[in-house]
Every structure is written in structure tokens, then in C-alpha cells.
């Protein structure tokens, strides 16, 4: 995501940089509510008036931060992907690890519509759009190998499935072999292939 219209030195992204990790740690650790102008320089190493110089308000940091979150999600569900050879099993293998990745840290979901709820508020879903379609895209791709029809349709499917699901395993977690049935369906899958484990890995 870029940061202001502006040429900065080496040293001045270096410091951006620390107020966005700042930023990231406290809405990890302290949900949205928390992420403070205040509460930013006191975790990082730059005071306030300082972090108002390299950003125009709060919200383009929250937005910079959740950006790196997802980042990050989208960087371990391609890892766990690439873990296997079959594009069914690659499928599979990067849905249950995106619902881990909540699951691992149960504040996750709730700081996600937190988010969305805020962005929507103030009349700009276009930060939280940008990710959302980032993730929609790797759900396409990874059926767009699989033998199902209209992959575009049925990843926007399968993704607001999934947001929903998040908030049901935030209250009430059920264990990944019951939900991948549901998920066959919502993508067209053929039921016999939601059952079984893992797969064949890719050999290291």
C-alpha cells in the first residue's frame, strides 16, 4: 500500500516502517479501538508529532498495518499450498491454513470486521476491498485448476463463506473436517473429494 505522494529518504521509510510495525503489534495484541496516535509512539521509538509528520491521520496507518496483515496471511496460505503437488490437495491445504491462521489467534477475526465495520462507518471500503480481492484472487486461481465451473463466481462465493465462518469459529470452532463438506459445496466440488486427509506433500 502506498504512503503519501512523496519522495522519502532511506531513513525516513525506515522510521514509517517502525510506526506501521508499532501499529500492526498493538491491533494484534489490542484490537482496533486501541491503536492510538498515542499508543503508536509509545511501542515504537517516535513520539507523536512525529508520526503525524510521516502520515496524514490514524487511519492510513491502521489501513498501511492491516495491509501487512494480510499480507502476511496471503504469504503462509502460499506457503502451505506449495507444500503439495495435486492442485486439489494445494486447495484444500490454503483454506485450512487461512481459517488456522484465525483460529491461532482468536482476536483476529473479531479485529478483521472491527475494520470493516470502521472503514465502512467513515464511507471507505476501498483499503479493505484491495485486500479482500487480493485473497478472492488466490481463491480463483486455486480453482481455477480444479474441475469446477465459473472459478471467478465461485471464489467470491467461497470467500463470503468464509468471512462468515470466521466469526462462527471465533464463538463456536468447529474441527476443519466437518466444514470441508460445506465448503465442496459452495465451490461445486464433487462431495467425494472434500473427504481424506491432507494429501501427497511435495517431496523436499
Not at 508529532?49 to 487511519?59: G, K, L, P, R, V
Not at 482468536?106 to 485473497?135: C, T
Not at 468464509?162 to 465448503?183: D, H, K, N, W
Amino acid at each position: 500500500m502506498e504512503i503519501r505522494e512523496r519522495q522519502w529518504s532511506p531513513n525516513q521509510r525506515a522510521r514509517q516502517e517502525q510506526i506501521i510495525e508499532a501499529a500492526m503489534e498493538i491491533l494484534a495484541r489490542d484490537g482496533l479501538a486501541a491503536c492510538t496516535a498515542r499508543a503508536v509512539a509509545e511501542a515504537g521509538p517516535l513520539t507523536k508529532s512525529a508520526i503525524h509528520y510521516y502520515f496524514d491521520d490514524m487511519d492510513e496507518i491502521i489501513d498501511a498495518a492491516m495491509a501487512r496483515h494480510m499480507s502476511g496471511c496471503l504469504d503462509r496460505i502460499a506457503e502451505a499450498s506449495s507444500r503439495h503437488d495435486s492442485p486439489l490437495d494445494r486447495f484444500w491445504a490454503a483454506v485450512q491454513a487461512y481459517l488456522e491462521i484465525f483460529a491461532q489467534r482468536p482476536n483476529a477475526a473479531f479485529l478483521w470486521f472491527s475494520y470493516w465495520v470502521d472503514v465502512g462507518q467513515k464511507g471507505r471500503m476501498e483499503p479493505i476491498d484491495r485486500m479482500h480481492q487480493a485473497m478472492i484472487g488466490v481463491l480463483r486461481d486455486l480453482l481455477a485448476d480444479l474441475p469446477v465451473d465459473d472459478a471467478p463466481a465461485r471464489a467470491h462465493a467461497l470467500f463470503s463463506y468464509l468471512l462468515g465462518t470466521l466469526m462462527q469459529q471465533a464463538v463456536r470452532p468447529l474441527p476443519f473436517a466437518e466444514l470441508r463438506p460445506q465448503i465442496a459445496t459452495v465451490c461445486g466440488l464433487d462431495p467425494a473429494l472434500s473427504t481424506g486427509g491432507a494429501g501427497r506433500r511435495r517431496q523436499r
